[in-house]
C-alpha cells in the first residue's frame, strides 16, 4: 500500500518529467504530443482506454502547461474525455478515441444565459462540451464561428462562440457535470499557479542581475519583501489547488467546499501577482517582447474561463452555509 510521501514522490518525479518535456518540445500548439504521454486520458478509466481517474496528476500537468506557456487545447480535451467516458455507448465509442489519441481536440465550456461562451483554443477544437448546472451537453455540429474581435491572450487565444444554431445533445448526469466543473476550475487555477511560477522564477533571476545605484536590486530588503510575499503566494496556491483535487479524486464530501475556496482564491491572487511581477520588472516587463505579459494574459483568461472569483465567491457561500 503506497504511503503519502510515496505518493509525492511520485507527483514530484511527473512535475520534473513534464517540465522537462514541455521546455524541449518544439510545436506547443500540438495535442498529438500530448496525448502520446496519455495526459489525454488523466480523467478517463482504464477500461475506457484512458489512464486512469487521475485528477491529481491532472493538475501537476496543468500547472506544468502553465507554466510553459503552452498553446495546446489540452485542458478541454482532458475535460471533454472524462465527460464522453461516461456518455451513452454510441457518442463514446465515435469520439472518445479520437480524444485520447490527440486527432480531436475539445473545449470545454460553462453555459451561460447569452448564446456565446468563452472557450481556449476553439480554433483547434472540433467538438464542444458544456458542463451545465442539469447535465452534460455536447455539439460536435453546427458550432459558429470564432470571434477573434476580443482575443487578449495572443498566446493561447480565448475565443467567444456562438453556439445559438447549434444542437445540442445530452450526454451526462447533473452529478458528473459538476464533478467536472469542480475538476476543470482546479485545473485553470493550477494553469495560473504555473504561470505564475514561471514569472516569479524569471523575474528573480532580473533582479540578480540588474544593477541599481551600485548593487543588485535583488539586494535591496524591500524588493526581498516583496519576493517572498510572492513565493508564498505560489507555494500557498499550489496547496489549496492540490488538496481540492485530492478531496476530488477520492469523491470527498467537502470537495465542493474546498474548489470553491481554491478556486476563488487563485483566481483573485494570481493575477494580481503577476501584475506586482510586472511592476517588479520595471520598464522591461511591460514591453511586447518580454514573456510577462504573456503569462498576465493567461492568468487573466484563465480567471474568467469557468467561473469568476466572485461567482465562486457566491458557491462558497452557499455551499458553507453561510
Known sequence: ?????????????????????????????????????????????????????????????????????????????????????????????????????????????????????????????????????????????????????????????VHRVDISGAQRHSIGTAERSAELRRVARLLVSADSVGALSATLERLVGYLIDRIAFGAPIASFQAVQHRLVDLLVLQVKSRAIVMKAMRAVAVGDPQAALLTASAHSFVTAKTTAAVDECMQLS??????????????????FDNAQLF??????????????GW
Open 1 to 157: 500500500m503506497p504511503t503519502d510521501d510515496d505518493l509525492d514522490v511520485d507527483l514530484e518525479f511527473l512535475r520534473a518529467s513534464a517540465r522537462d518535456f514541455l521546455a524541449g518540445r518544439g510545436e506547443k500548439d500540438s495535442i498529438e504530443e500530448l496525448a502520446r504521454l496519455d495526459w489525454t486520458g488523466l480523467l478517463v478509466d482504464d477500461a475506457a482506454g484512458g489512464a486512469g481517474w487521475r485528477p491529481v496528476e491532472a493538475a501537476v500537468i496543468a500547472e506544468e502547461i502553465g507554466r510553459a506557456g503552452d498553446r495546446s487545447a489540452w485542458l478541454g480535451s482532458a475535460v471533454a474525455a472524462a465527460a464522453l467516458a461516461t456518455a451513452p455507448d454510441a457518442v463514446r465509442q465515435g469520439l472518445l478515441p479520437g480524444l485520447l489519441d490527440g486527432s480531436i481536440a475539445a473545449a470545454v465550456a460553462l453555459p451561460t444565459s447569452a448564446e456565446t461562451v468563452r472557450v481556449a483554443r476553439a480554433d483547434r477544437c472540433a467538438i464542444l462540451v458544456l458542463l451545465a448546472h442539469d447535465g452534460i451537453e455536447l455539439i460536435n455540429d453546427g458550432l459558429a464561428r470564432c470571434d477573434d474581435a476580443d482575443l487578449l491572450d495572443v498566446n493561447r487565444p
Open 282 to 299: 520595471g520598464g522591461i516587463g511591460f514591453t511586447w517582447e518580454y514573456p510577462l505579459h504573456h503569462e498576465l494574459r493567461r492568468v
Open 307 to 320: 467561473g469568476t472569483a466572485r461567482s465562486s465567491h457566491a458557491e462558497l457561500r452557499e455551499v458553507a
